[in-house]
Every structure is written in C-alpha cells, then in structure tokens.
C-alpha cells in the first residue's frame, strides 16, 4: 500500500500506523449511538471522513452500505465523520439513505486534524485491538479497502490484559496473531501487511478539502 502523498502528508500518515488510533472526539452523533473506540475493541473499524458537499464521498456511499452488509457480523463497524462544511445536512442524508452505520459530526476538526485528513473521502482502518493500521486507504482501485477489511478480520484478538506476544511463524493465508513486530510489540503498517500479498495500492484520490470544510 503507498500511503498519501499530498501536501507532503506521507511521512506523517505513515508514523500514525501501527499505533493506537486517536480517539474520537466529535461534536454530536446524529445517525445512531454514540460509542468510543474503547467500547469497540475487538471489532474492526473504518472511518469514513466525509461530506455531504463531496461528490466522491456521495459516490462511495453504496459501497459502504455494502462492506457493512457483507461484514457486520464478521465485526466490521463503520463510522462516518463528517466535516463541518454542511454538516446541517448530514442527519437528513443518513436518514434518506437509510445508512446501516453511525455518523458524527465534527465540528471542532479535533479528530479531522488528529487523523491528518487533507482530502474526502479519507478511509482509515482500526484493527480489533484499536491500533491504527491502514491511514487513508485508496478507494479508487477495485478491491483494495475490501482486502485490507478482510485481512483484518482474520486476525485474532487477544484478551485486554493478554501479554504482548512476539508473532508466530505463519504464512500469508495464515496471518501471525495480531502482527505484532518483535521489537516493539506493536502491529506492523497496512504497508508492510500487504506489500507481499497484493499489488501496491495508490495514492487515494479524494477531493481536497475547503477551508469551512
């Protein structure tokens, strides 16, 4: 997976993989409950930063509704953030499109900005332990945030107050637990995870963002 390069973003969005994904601090959920990242341990996550402004982010809506579908009940969440440009319009949209899954708004930009967004839709993976592994995963390309979702799914979580373990041998149809790295005890990148098993993903191509956005 090549990770975004706009506005010479790389070098950040690829140190925020592989460690515990900011929490979300938003100002109000105006489709579903409220829930933390905590209180979602053991799923896997993706955030959606979005707009209803955003032609791209409209455009991937069916597909979200989809993953969802496919893999609730495999422990898929997803969570919608959308920007303040428009955010008034964001219940009336979730509502007329019958969205399976949460949205927020985040008036403040404090999870915008901890995420690193500069372009929508942003897609980033949270894995079951809450540690962020994919940071925005291009949509673009047939079957890339499907096959990062899957992968992640297999992984095994191991209880909360389990030991940090050094991984096992396995091959890629049997991914080691976690894919903890030995020296750090951290899950390694979404860029080292795929970089063997599929092509190089490209740079997402979302719309870059307004200054109300």
Not at 134 to 160: C, H, S, Y
Request: overall charge negative.
């Amino acid at each position: 997976m090549r990770i975004e390069t706009r506005q010479g973003s790389e070098t950040t969005l690829e140190s925020m993989q592989g460690r515990p994904a900011p929490p979300l601090q938003v100002t109000e959920w105006v489709h579903g409950d409220s829930v933390t990242l905590e209180e979602l341990y053991g799923s896997v996550v993706l955030l959606d930063f979005w707009g209803v402004w955003c032609a791209p982010c409209v455009k991937l809506t069916p597909e979200l509704v989809r993953l969802h579908r496919k893999y609730e009940q495999e422990g898929l969440v997803i969570i919608g953030i959308h920007t303040p440009h428009e955010a008034g319009e964001a219940a009336a949209y979730a509502q007329k499109h019958d969205l399976p899954y949460r949205v927020a708004i985040d008036m403040d930009r404090a999870t915008l900005d901890a995420y690193r967004v500069d372009g929508y839709p942003d897609l980033y993976l949270i894995d079951r332990m809450g540690w962020l592994r994919f940071a925005d995963v291009d949509q673009t390309t047939t079957g890339n945030l499907e096959k990062a979702i899957e992968w992640l799914l297999v992984e095994q979580v191991p209880p909360r107050d389990a030991p940090t373990q050094e991984p096992d041998a396995g091959s890629s149809a049997s991914p080691p637990r976690a894919w903890q790295t030995p020296a750090t005890g951290r899950p390694v990148s979404g860029e080292v995870m795929l970089k063997s098993l599929y092509p190089p993903m490209s740079t997402g191509s979302g719309v870059q963002p307004t200054t109300s956005a």
